[in-house]
Every structure is written in structure tokens, then in C-alpha cells.
């Protein structure tokens, strides 16, 4: 105990006597030479970027996934001609570990993984060891667009299997999801541009967090011991949470226009904001409750099951979807 | 936090100093550097993806010093599980242990546990310092969680039940001058004498509820148990005496929850898991002519012990080696 408060204390404060410091200096130079300050900061500033709610998971993750990065650059080397799919799909898992990182709210964390994500599936081609290294360094954030290293773009097929995975992960069922993979969809052979890339693995993650919400929505509505909610009320939700979206989507059409006919660029974020307010207060607990309340009293008779109400839901939001391609 | 999230306004300081993550971080490297030669060779990022791991699995307060276990909420709270994880098969097993029992397998999964914490929660389960008194694992568990998760807590609130008890206003600052100090002193006497006289009847139960808000505004919130909880135990009865309000506490069942490391007390002792391996186990034993632990405790212990920790990690199987005393011997063994 004593030798280790000794130890921490050495670590901590430079100017000590004899054997005390030059324990320290070994310790310092122990540190320097492994890295671990660089690793520590890299991991601390990836953890600040994403601000984590789990911050002890986090780094669990961050370090489980640089130590197999490591493995898997060191164990490579002997037989690269091997096994061109395994390598895929270790691309793959290393790309949605960096989607995961950061919720798509943090806008500029989630368009840097993005970025990476693109990256490392663009060039998982048997000899792409240039990508393992530059995000074993974690120095992700500060890279410049790379769109361009080596032309093509990520194949449809990876893009569309990193789609199925980012939905199934964020808990939505795959029947559900379907429709939605379906608008968004590239063609095996298709080399997909970053932008595609990065719409489509936006939309993913938003649906999937929208979908949850419909779930929580419909616990709401129902109370468990009456079986499944009554289909007056799930109507009424449903009328006005398709009523938010459209508000919502009026906005985007609108902001299209007004930037075509360059409006300042302010107002056109403005007019969204307030398009945003009018939507989110038509699902506002209050107007909600109103219209239940109504619903409860002139509603249609019968019940509506949670995957009924789940599926309504998601298809009010992929309509909404523009078809790609 | 979903709403800092949208906002993004938490400044990355502030992040940081809401989480224990600048702790373990300097943990961890002094782990590295105690044991710089086995690390160098396992791998920096290995290491680091062990320990935090391990500290997301609650494995790492496993043989680790007193002053880490408690530490932070998240290692009270993965001690508490460690230690129910360990030892529930005694539980299953009816089997009644002394205060000092509870103790010696305290020391196996923690070094220099004091005794001063186990005393406190057998002073809940029983009245008393009876040290050489049974008690079931399950009642002892539940005192012991509330005991060691807020040990500060309880000492705070002890100090204000003995004031409440001797007729002070406990909220009152003194300045320790020598004459006060002795007149403290003498009170404290006076106090041991009166709390005798006096502890059947308790005090008043509003003015408890008070004092422990009081207490609670001055204590970070996840070192007290909810408010809320202590307010309705406070209000079933005009006058309420210290221990019976520990043991409500203890065997609140919101209070477990909110430490998260145990599930509800009809579970406890629920773990098909470790019964099929003891099962296998003791056919194994009743095979072998030669055994002759079937049935005990220790016996089964050391089975328990080897099954709790399948994830213990190399700095663990080291400290082990290292510090090979009479208490390490037993999971030593476990190794095998």
C-alpha cells in the first residue's frame, strides 16, 4: 500500500531526492517509450468527442478494438492471399464499431466516424494495410477526405450490409426495417459515393432511434393488463405523430426552395427551426393527451397489437424517404 | 444527459469530472508500472483493454486493497456483487456464520478489509457487539451492502442520532476549544450512559427526517440512499431508534435497486448455473474414495470461488503469486 502511494505520488510530482526520482524517471521513461501518453489521449479525446454515457464501456471498447486492430495487422502479414471475406468482414465490424461511437446527434463526431467508417470500407481491399495504421494512431479526427485515394467508392453490397447492421443493432426488427433498406438500397456492383453513404447511414441510425421511440410510445398507450391498447388511441398517435413529420418534411422542401433562390443562408435555418417547434409541439404530451382524449370518446372500437402500431409507425417515416438512385 | 447531448453545452471538464474516468485511467497506469516486465510483453493496449473491461464487468475490485474498493460508487457497488457472487452458495446452504466468518471471506477477496465495517453491519442484523453472533448470509448481505455502500453516510448519521439522543441540536457548529472539547467529552460519556437508558425509546422521528435532509444537501447524492425512501420509513412512527431505522434501510428494496448490484432479495439465492455445477461437483466427489470435503463449507467455497472469477485476469493470478500468505492459498488452489 505504502509503496504504491509512493509510486502513484512519483508519477505525479518531478522534483523528488535519490532513489525516489529517479524511480519516477524510469517510470516516465517506461511511459514514453510504450506511448501510453498518446494512447491515453487519443482514447481520451475519442471518449470527450462522443461524451459517452458509458464512459468505463467506452474505453473498454476503444481499447478491445486497437488491440485488435493490432492482432489482426500483426497476425496478417503471414497469409494475405488467404481469406478475402474474413478480411471484409473484419472491415466491416471495425466500421460499425466507429458508427457506434458517437450518437448521430454530435453532429461533427458522427460525420468524422462516418468518414472513417467510409474510409476503411473503401479500401478493404487484401493490401489495404495503409487504413489499419492510420486509425490504429486514433488520430481520426484530423484526417482530410479521402475520397479520392483510390477512385471507386465503397461496393453497394458492403453499403447495404452495413445498413442491414446498423438497423438490427439499433433493435429494430428486420421485417421493420425492410422497407426502409429497400428505398436505400445500391446494387451490389455499385460504387457508392460518400454522400449516399453517409445519407443512408444517417437515416439508419435516425429511424432506428425513431422506432424505439414509437415502441416506448405504444408501452404508453397501453396498459398491460388490458391486453393490447385500443385502436381509437393508437390512431390518434399515430395521426399525430404523422402530422409532426410531415411539418417537419414541409420544412425541408421549403428550405430547398429558399436556397435555390439564394436566401441568407440565417433565415433559411431559422424558417427549419421554427419548422422543427411547430412538429415537435404537435407531439407534445399536451396535444397528445388532448387528442386521445377525444379519440377515446368517437374512436373506432377494436385493439391494434404493438407490431401492428410499429409498422404503422415506421412506414409514416419511410415515406418519407427518398428512393435512391 | 440526453438533453446535454442535443445541446451539447457540457463543457469537456465538466464531462470528465461527472465521471470517475480520470481514476481509473491513473489506476491503471500505475498497474502498468508495477508491473512494467509482464506488460511490456502482454501488450500496452492489451493491458488497457483488460483492465477496462474488467472494470465494466465489475471484476476488478478482486483482490484489490481496501482504498480502491471503495473508491467510487461503481466499485462499492461491483464489490457488493463480487461478494454476493462468491459467497451465495452458503446462502442456499442454511449455513449461520459469526461476524468474524463473514469477515475471513471478506479478507480473501479483499486483503485488508477491516473489521470496523463488518462490525457495523452485524450491528444491524443483530443489536448489540456480539461478534460471535450466527447470521444468515442473506440478512447479512443486505446490512453489509447498506453498510459499506454508505459507510460515510451511516457515520454521519450515527453522530446526529447519539446528539439527537443527548437533547442537542446536531445542526449546531462548535468551535474545539480545549474547554468545549472536554465538555464534549463528558457529554460523550454521559451520552454511552443515556443511550443505554434511552435507546429502546429512540427520538423523534420528524426531527430525525429533518437532520437527515440536512445531512443528505452536504453528501454527494450517490453516497446517501434516496430521500425519498428515508422520508416514508421516517413516517411510519411518531419515534424511531437507530437501529430499527438501519434495519429498514437495509431491507429496502428501492435502496437495493438504486445501488444496482444485487437483484431483489426473493432472487438471491436463485442460480441454476452454480447449482448444476455443484451438482457435478459433488457426484465427482461422492466417486473419489479418497475426498473427504463433501458438505462442507469450504469445500463448496472453493468451487464457488473458481466460478466467480473465470475472467480474473493476469494481474490478478500475479498479486496471488506475489502475496502468498495463509488467506491467497485457498484460491491458489482454486487456480487448478
Request: proline share 4%; hydrophobic share 35%.
Amino acid at each position: 500500500m505504502a509503496d504504491k502511494e509512493k509510486r502513484r505520488a512519483g508519477v505525479t510530482s518531478p522534483a523528488m531526492s535519490g532513489d525516489k526520482a529517479s524511480k519516477a524517471d524510469s517510470d516516465r521513461e517506461f511511459l514514453t517509450q510504450m506511448g501510453v501518453g498518446e494512447l491515453l489521449l487519443g482514447a481520451i479525446l475519442k471518449m470527450v468527442e462522443a461524451r459517452s454515457e458509458d464512459p468505463i464501456g467506452f474505453l473498454a471498447d476503444h481499447f478491445c478494438n486497437l488491440s485488435s486492430v493490432a492482432d489482426s495487422s500483426g497476425a496478417g502479414g503471414g497469409g494475405a492471399g488467404g481469406d478475402e471475406e474474413q478480411r471484409e468482414q473484419q472491415h466491416l465490424n471495425r466500421a460499425l464499431w466507429h458508427l457506434r461511437l458517437a450518437h448521430h446527434s454530435h453532429r461533427s463526431a458522427f460525420s468524422n466516424n462516418v468518414r472513417v467508417a467510409y474510409d476503411l470500407l473503401n479500401h478493404s481491399d487484401p493490401h489495404g494495410r495503409s487504413s489499419d495504421a492510420a486509425e490504429g494512431s486514433g488520430g481520426s479526427c484530423t484526417r482530410p477526405p479521402t475520397a479520392a485515394r483510390d477512385g471507386g467508392g465503397v461496393r453497394g453490397g458492403v453499403y447495404t450490409q452495413a445498413l442491414q447492421c446498423l438497423c438490427s443493432e439499433g433493435g429494430v426488427p428486420a421485417d421493420t426495417s425492410a422497407p426502409l433498406l429497400h428505398r436505400l438500397h445500391c446494387l451490389d456492383h455499385e460504387a457508392v459515393p460518400f454522400d449516399v453513404f453517409r445519407q443512408g447511414v444517417l437515416t439508419c441510425a435516425v429511424f432506428s432511434d425513431y422506432i424505439r421511440q414509437a415502441q416506448k410510445l405504444y408501452a404508453e398507450v397501453c396498459s398491460p393488463e388490458e391486453g393490447p391498447a385500443s385502436l381509437a388511441l393508437c390512431q390518434s398517435v399515430l395521426g399525430s405523430l404523422k402530422d409532426a413529420l410531415e411539418t417537419s418534411q414541409g420544412c425541408l422542401t421549403n428550405c430547398s426552395v429558399n436556397a435555390n433562390t439564394n436566401v441568407h443562408p440565417c433565415l433559411v435555418s431559422n424558417v427549419k427551426a421554427i419548422r422543427y417547434l411547430e412538429a415537435s409541439v404537435k407531439v407534445s404530451p399536451h396535444q397528445l393527451s388532448q387528442a386521445m382524449a377525444a379519440a377515446q370518446t368517437r374512436g373506432p372500437a377494436g385493439h391494434m397489437d404493438a407490431k401492428e402500431f410499429e409498422n404503422a409507425a415506421a412506414e409514416l417515416f419511410i415515406t418519407h424517404v427518398k428512393v435512391v438512385s | 444527459s440526453r438533453m446535454n447531448r442535443l445541446t451539447g453545452a457540457v463543457p469537456a471538464e465538466q464531462y470528465l469530472a461527472d465521471t470517475n474516468v480520470l481514476f481509473y485511467l491513473s489506476d491503471a497506469v500505475t498497474q502498468l508500472l508495477e508491473h512494467k516486465v509482464e506488460y511490456t510483453q502482454f501488450g500496452v493496449i492489451r493491458f488497457f483493454a483488460e483492465y477496462f473491461s474488467s472494470v465494466k464487468n465489475s471484476n476488478h475490485v478482486l483482490f484489490r486493497e481496501f482504498s480502491y474498493i471503495t473508491a467510487t460508487p461503481h466499485n462499492r457497488a461491483s464489490f457488493v456483487r463480487v461478494f454476493w457472487r462468491c459467497y451465495r452458495q452458503i446462502g442456499k446452504s442454511g449455513e449461520l456464520l459469526s461476524a468474524l466468518e463473514y469477515r475471513s471471506l471478506l479478507q480473501l477477496l479483499c486483503p485488508d478489509f477491516p473489521v470496523e465495517v463488518v462490525q457495523n453491519a452485524a450491528r444491524i442484523v443483530v443489536m448489540g457487539d456480539a461478534l460471535d453472533c450466527l447470521m444468515s448470509f442473506s440478512d447479512f448481505l443486505c446490512a453489509f451492502q447498506l453498510q459499506f455502500f454508505y459507510q460515510e453516510f451511516l457515520d454521519a448519521l450515527l453522530q446526529i442520532y447519539q446528539d439527537l439522543l443527548a437533547g442537542k441540536s446536531p445542526n449546531t457548529v462548535i468551535v474545539p476549544t480545549s474547554a468545549s472539547v472536554e465538555q464534549l467529552l463528558s457529554a460523550a460519556a454521559d451520552d454511552t450512559e443515556r443511550e443505554k437508558q434511552q435507546t429502546d425509546g429512540g427520538v423523534d422521528a420528524c426531527t430525525l427526517a429533518q437532520c437527515v435532509d440536512a445531512l443528505c444537501d452536504r453528501i454527494k447524492h450517490r453516497y446517501h440512499p434516496s430521500r425519498s425512501c428515508m422520508r416514508e420509513i421516517l413516517q411510519q412512527s411518531p419515534r424511531i431508534c437507530y437501529h430499527s431505522f438501519l434495519m429498514s434501510l437495509a431491507k429496502d428494496e428501492s435502496i437495493n435497486q438504486s445501488i444496482g448490484a444485487l437483484p431483489c432479495k426473493a432472487e438471491l439465492l436463485i442460480d441454476p448455473e452454480m447449482d448444476q455445477e455443484l451438482d457435478k461437483l459433488i457426484a465427482q466427489i461422492s466417486v473419489s474414495p479418497g475426498s473427504n470435503s463433501s458438505g462442507s463449507a469450504v469445500g463448496a467455497l472453493k468451487e464457488v470461488q473458481r466460478k466467480a472469477s473465470p475472467r480474473r485476469n493476469i494481474h490478478h493470478r500475479r498479486k496471488m503469486e506475489v502475496e502468498s500468505d495463509g488467506s491467497t492459498e485457498e484460491t491458489d488452489s482454486s487456480e487448478n
